[in-house]
């Protein structure tokens, strides 16, 4: 086997690893959740309120896990599917054959223009 695809192989294993057994966590403990808070108006228990409190931290960091294993798992699908198609679709349009290094280098700056609208700008400096 080629040292490539057994490369890709373990990395898709690795996240899909992280990335099937959190959201289903995050699933089942929204429920969890909701049954406590419902007691929680019920009784006005503090422990119970604790309690939530206590899970609810827990649900964030599932959930984290399993949407940012999700990206990871969808860039590398439409890497290893979407671009050697656009590079093919590049040669041929334009007979340049760095074109993909043109279109990587596009994405990157779209990338980071984003990034810097929603995250830079709204940063307070002092």
Known sequence: MDTTVLLSRLQFGFVISFHIPFPAFTIGLASWLAFLEAWWLRTRDDAVRDLFVFWMKIFSVSFGVGVVTGIVGLAGGLG?????????????????????????????????IVIYLSEVRRARVM
Do not use: E, N, Q, T
Request: charged content about 10%; hydrophobic content about 65%.
């Open 80 to 112: 290893g599917f979407l671009l050697p198609i656009l590079f093919g679709a590049l040669l041929d349009i334009f007979k340049v054959r760095s074109s993909c290094f043109m279109l990587m280098y596009g994405i990157v700056w779209v990338s980071l």
